[in-house]
């Protein structure tokens, strides 16, 4: 029982951390490497909101609005120029994280944050006592998962976006602004990005570095989802479960890994990943 | 290319011929420390105490009547950033001596042009163990000192005999964690579980699952400082684990970051605010007056920073000069009386120390429960005499 | 027509010695400045520099792999650690006497390839994209550097190595030890990257569709690249851990790895010598700066990279060069290769079937686009076939070329089936392929682009340029044709739309091929262009026994020189005859009459 919810929870955990990640690639077809500093920002935004002696959880909406108006001026100013050439927009948004991380640094410091927990304390799951804040995870995740499949499958930017998946120059020809598109979209992952990082900050120190240990396995976990949510909820319950059976039984460290190693031997052998079954 | 090459042999003559002093100006003291990386929280507290140390030393007339001058360089927590910080110290500056609080990685990356330099280095870290270098003295405390205390207290207060170990998968976490599980067998406890995360680790939900089956008695941690030591214990707390808890790895700063999650930890170090001596008195006063609001709070590794600077100042007034070879002689010698009580690096380059066992409050303060007079660091470098 | 080959270019065939003149003579001055530099230099500099100048060899192979082949690379830093972890670990703990010393070096060579074969193997397969062999290489230091904190005493973990026996070399000595190191492998990868061979690189980045049609084994070329380069990033870790006399994880971790990405960009990718410069110069200047500002010294540097990356994706050294070219005015003439005709293969059996196809059908998801398609084609046959748009010609002869096509049915070529077979093998079995919309190496020389077809019958030189460059006969007569014979030494991609086709069709003829797929090759050419090429084709097919599959809407021009027609509507072949009696057909007319598409 412990270890199903533990496989879950993991899961849900992962599902918050790279769904943002997952709504720029699929779109913009550009992995923004700088998510790791959005993470961070959105976790800054909770500190600098119960600083402000607001409630931990007006953290939530602030980060998404600070998040996505940050991801807006990124979009505008460093993704549109590199539409083109993808790798060198990895290249662009890791250096834009350097620039975030240092700039967050010069503004707090580089010491761990104290900020209150949004919940604390266990409650009884059958017949294990489990963390009431892993649970409320594993709810943000399926909260989090529906809206955005509403949002895909429901309104028309759902549909333009969709439109630009599956061809974009057709969708271009069908009169869809794409480049709105791109903007919208990207400020929602961006803005999805912060909002993990509020969630995070229950579970994690929170210092300017927190989001890059986040990064690595968000980013595998999209590129084995390719550009479907679905997928990527597949993803995340099968290596988050991987990682949680190795690390329980085999041995923490190669836990640790598994995520990264298991999801590029996927992705040699089959190249679209998880996104066609 | 060649531009390149001759504008930076350029530059480098010039400043070298600047920083070129004299037997008559001040005496300089490196100081390596990780401003950026891991241990940069902790680094600011580390350079005030050095300040202080030197201030007050100068204020009182400086050593051989010239004066102490400091010299910080990062070495970013790590390998690569603390060649260059010492190469920058040692050739660039021309340091007398090197004091400082770093990461493993730093000091072994630096002992080489230490070596090289012929430096005296004092490293005011405590660290794993068995670090041995000709060249350089430590005067912070090794497993031998640090964890004796707790399992002692453990055994005897809590009736603790299964121990369940956690620690980050590095030099420090494994062998304080080595040591740990020796100790506990030797006294007749037992060790229901060791397990490690990659230091960049930031999900320790199975580890805490397994540590639940597990039940121990107690739990002893040895995480790499900072964000995975918080991460461990955010995410013990909210796995509803309350058990005795001794984290080998955290400082009153870090214990006031974590806020309430921290209450109840036991930690064992040899220095806390809250030593009752009319040293750690003056030191924490002259402390706040110098720096105010902008005081670190001193800890276990600024502490010995400052401690250090002074038993160089007196190993320098011993030998008469600061000529590296005599201090090198002069420095297991001399002993001083700081905040930590009376240290004096007479055991293989080591130190003896007397050991404070504390708990967390909840007001984020640490109150001594034990105090432990003179723990031998044990053979540390049976080679060094 | 040989005596037509001293016409064909006068311009006198320029030694290879000429061309390497000036960067020997830069190096040597390089290597001299090495030697003299640590008498000057305080020992600050020398050690900082030492180091320096050897990330600055990994920049270079960093450069290699990004900037000529294309390949993101942040896996050199792993390269790079494990081979100064070999040399530690065995110092430490094993021995360091000489021989021990030389097992070193073997190992830190050794192992690096071993593990650059693996990460090749993994990153580059048929199908494999850019972006996943970037991924690849991330997760590779990432798993290094894991076993190295795992490692305890035998790596060290997070502490690192430290204290063991080292060469015995003084401060001057590792200086200069590694300045030469660099200069040695700058100049070396200098010359390889205006070699013949080093084409490649640039051909495999710029278009390995066009390299694998001319039987050249991408996959392989950056594997082999991978595996050279990571014995090349092993042995500066050799002397890393020497001359250091320490390594530490983050010797060999992801971050390191995106440090020299970020060398190389703000110096400039493809640029060899930028990357070299920024990786010392910036390098130096963070050591210098480590004390005074180590947070706003990252941010500068991370914001400059931003900025470079977005506005001068060639770096500093692009800059550079788009500054010298506005004050000197032109590029620097290009030495042109000399044209000559190739002895021919000897001719094939004219009577064997050479193209044999039975029962042919491919299908996307639901939607069938080839169904049951037979058809056999002899030597000196020319084919055409037609159809509106849509009918499924272009999917036919991409699977007459590619094998790793998921069709149904048999395709063989010359009595072998191309089943699995991936387009480089089959082109080994003797077939040619033009595209549809002309594909070349656009950042190559019209000559460059010609001698890379020639790789598979010339194995091009690792060191220099061939001064001669010989073609088929057929090859030789659509340069001239076309007049591309005065262009060779242009870039190809300034060509015309009309040029770039010939080009390709040159190249492809070049290959000398059994059998030739030609799709479309006269579209956006001119008449008289049109009808010199038709004349090449058709002597081809009928003198030199050639077969060829022609795809093409132009009924006139199919008319004229086809030996039969096939026709395919919806998928299928519907007729299959004599150019008259197909043409003639009432079918071609019905199919013609509401398409419009002629």
Redesign the interface.
Known sequence: MLLLLDILTTAAILFVVSVGLLAIFGVLKIINFAHGAWLTIGAYCAVVAVKMGLNPWAGLPIAFVVGALLGGIAELLIIRPLYRRPLDAILATWGLGIVIGQLITLEFGRDVQLIPNLMSGTIRVLSVDYSVYRLFVLLAALVIGALFALTIEGTRLGLAARAVIMNETLARSLGIDTDRVRLVIFMIGAGLAALAGVLLTPLTSVDPNMGVAWLIGAFMLVMVADTSYLALAAACIVFGGVQVLVSTFVSPVLGGISIAVLAALVLRINSRGFSRA | MTAKLFAASAVTLLLATVAHAADSGPIVIGVPVGLSGANSVVAPSVVQEAQLAVDEINAAGGVLGRKLQLEVADDASGAAGAQKAFDSLIYQKKVDALISMETSAARNAGLPAVGKGHVPYIYTSFYEGHSCNKYMYVDAWVPEQQVPPIIDNFVKDKGAKTYFLIGSDYAFGRGMLGFTRKYIEKVGGKVVGEEYLPMDGADWTPILSKLKDAKPDAIITSTAGGAPNVTLTKQMRAAGINLPYANLAVDEGTAKSMGSDATGIYLSASYVTGIDSPENKKFLDAASKKFGADLKTPNDLSVPEYEAVYLYKLAVEKAGSTDPAKVIESLPTVSFTGPRGEIKMDKEHHAPLTMYLGQVQSDGTVKVAATFKDVDPGDQCPNLK | MPEDAALLDDRPGWGIASEWRAPAAAAA??AL?VWI?PL??????A???T?SMLYATLAVTVDLLWGFTGI?TFGQAAFFGVGAYATAMTMTSIGSTPAWMAAALALAIVVPMVLGLVVGW?SF?P??????A???S??FP??VT?LV??G?LLT????????YDTLPLE?EGFFRLSGIVMIAVTLAAWVFVRSDAGKLLVAVRDNDVRCAYLGISTKRIQIILMVALAGVAGFTGFIFAHA????????TGFL?G?QL??WV?LGGRGSL?GS??AA??ID?L???L??DL???W??V???A??II???L?DGIAGLARTASLAISGSLRQTRVSRVTVAVPRTAADRRATLLKVSGLARSFGSLSVLENINLEIRPGELVSIVGPNGAGKTTLIRCLSDGSEPFKGVVEIAGQSIRGLTPDSVVALGVGRKFQVASIFESLTVAECLRLARTTSETPSGIGSAPILSLPVASVEILRLTGLIDLTGSPAGLLSHGMKQALELAMVLALEPRLILLDEPTAGLTNTERATIGAVLRHLTEEAGYAIILVEHDLDFVREISSRIVVLHQGRLVLDGAVDDVVNSEMVRTIYSGGGHV
């Open positions: 001055g390089a400045i530099a000057v230099l305080g020992a600050f500099a050690n900082v520099l180091r993101l993994l397969y199908g494999s994209t850019p972006l996943y970037s991924v690849i991330l997760v990432i798993v894991q904190y795992s305890g060290g973990s997070s502490s690192g190595l430290v204290g401060l250091s006399g320490v390594v530490a994880p983050e010797n390191f995106t990405v970020i960009a010598i070299v410069c010392v110069a130096y963070s050591a210098s480590s004390g180590p947070f706003l990252q941010l540097l991370g914001a990279f931003v990356i977005i506005f994706p």
